[in-house]
């Protein structure tokens, strides 16, 4: 009875345990290489953002733009008739 | 040692070799996934940091925008009225007519006049603002007038013809001094006295 113990655990067991920790660390080594690429990815990403800061500049940019647009308008609103109303 | 504790002794080390290099292994690769995501977190913490003031800045460059929109649009209506200033927009922008303006609900209920199909834009614009040009005075059912072909040139018609074609030949300057190709000799009786002439006799 010993043996057949003795031989089941040698040919069953370490193969299976082998097998199992394989997976773990299959599954590790997989994970290193997208945590890896996603590190690169948000370090692009970063990079991308660095713009965003001009954002600021547009923002007034817009602002002076609708400014001269509004003294503009009010000045047309001098110079040209109104429209006739509708009949 | 029997024979049975010995297999048991090598199943027994396998065992723990096995178990010894793939945890060992594990934990390294573990180690790896903890520093990438060091810098996954970086990277998104700064993500997080540089976009954090977009959605304001957005929002205020928009609220701009539509201000300057209804600005634009309420002068418009003024100006050219309801039905030609939707025109004038479908002629610049095709199917804007149908969306209307934003501070006029009842903008697209009206009948938009082709103006895009009888005038080129520049002489859209220009024309409207002079208020002269007879736009959309046809029925939009009728036909196009604009020449498709020869758009630009239908467009001229409505200035004066004198801002398209070369001016007349001006006369050129004269030419003075001993160069001239006329030489004018100086008169002798310039300055001298007058001649008297004889009396009449009586």
């Given at each position: 009875m010993l043996w057949v113990a003795a031989i089941v655990l040698l040919v069953v067991i370490v193969p299976v345990v082998v097998y199992l920790l394989n997976g773990v660390l299959q599954a590790a080594n997989g994970i290193v290489g997208s945590v890896e690429g996603i590190a690169v990815v948000a370090a692009a990403g970063s990079k991308d953002l660095?713009?965003?800061?001009?954002l600021l500049t547009t923002s007034e940019q817009v602002e002076q733009t609708v400014a001269g647009l509004a003294n503009y308008g009010g000045s047309l609103d001098v110079i040209l008739d109104d429209a006739e109303p509708a009949r | 040692m029997s024979a049975v504790g010995a297999v048991f002794l090598v199943a027994a080390a396998l065992i723990v070799l096995a178990l010894v290099y793939f945890l060992v292994s594990t934990i390294l690769a573990l180690r790896k996934i903890t520093a990438g995501l060091d810098e996954v977190i970086a990277g998104v913490s700064e993500i997080v940091e540089k976009s954090a003031p977009v959605n304001g800045v957005v929002n205020a460059i928009n609220a701009q925008l539509d201000a300057g929109v209804e600005l634009l649009e309420g002068l418009l209506v003024q100006k050219a009225g309801m039905s030609d200033a939707l025109g004038l927009v479908d002629g610049i922008y095709p199917g804007a007519a149908a969306a209307g303006f934003r501070a006029f609900?009842?903008?697209?209920?009206h009948q938009a006049p082709r103006i895009g199909e009888v005038y080129t834009r520049g002489t859209l614009s220009l024309a409207r603002l002079g208020r002269?040009?007879?736009?959309?005075?046809?029925?939009?059912?009728?036909?196009?007038?604009?020449?498709?072909?020869g758009g630009s040139l239908a467009a001229r018609?409505?200035?004066?013809?004198v801002r398209h074609t070369t001016p007349e030949k001006l006369p050129t300057s004269p030419v003075i001094g001993a160069g001239a190709p006329v030489q004018y000799e100086q008169r002798e009786?310039?300055?001298?006295p007058r001649k008297r002439l004889p009396a009449k006799p009586s």
């Open positions: 660095d713009a965003a800061a001009l | 609900s009842d903008s697209p209920t002269e040009a007879p736009i959309a005075a046809l029925s939009p059912a009728g036909a196009v007038l604009r020449n498709v072909e018609s409505l200035y004066p013809d009786d310039i300055g001298a």
